[in-house]
């Protein structure tokens, strides 16, 4: 069966950094879109970024305003993996953070029409 697995969070100061990965396992990874999404306490889910699957010229991604310029996504396909790489970190940034995977023509920023989802991980960010 199909498997996201994020790991990498944890407690972190405010402008530090973390940087979140996400295994992949049975499904081919190289054809599948990986987005990255964060829900707060009491808050809705909301989209952090996406990559899209890798050209020749490389992969495209997209971002949120919030992370726009702070947070950025790779992935690396011999791995099946892809990362969430987070700078200068805020305390409005604490949530979990999950992975999911779709095969869309376009990048969405929702959640809708990702297929498979990840279990989470924690990120906290003390102020």
């Known amino acids: 069966q199909v498997q996201l697995v994020e790991s990498g969070g944890g407690l972190v100061q405010a402008g530090g950094s973390l940087r979140l990965s996400c295994a992949a396992s049975g499904l081919t990874f190289r054809i599948y879109n990986m987005g990255w999404f964060r829900q707060a306490p009491g808050k809705e889910r909301e989209f952090v970024g996406v990559?899209?699957?890798?050209?020749?010229?490389?992969?495209?991604?997209v971002y949120a305003d919030a992370a726009k310029g702070r947070f950025t996504i790779s992935r690396d396909n011999a791995k099946n993996t892809t990362y969430l790489q987070m700078n200068s970190l805020k305390f409005e940034d604490t949530a979990v953070y999950y992975c999911?995977?779709?095969?869309?023509?376009?990048?969405?920023?929702?959640?809708?029409?990702?297929?498979?989802w990840g279990q989470g991980t924690q990120v906290t960010v003390s102020s």
């Open positions: 999911a995977a779709n095969r869309d023509w376009t990048l969405r920023p929702v959640g809708t029409g990702y297929q498979y």
């Open positions: 990559i899209g699957v890798t050209m020749w010229n490389g992969a495209r991604t």
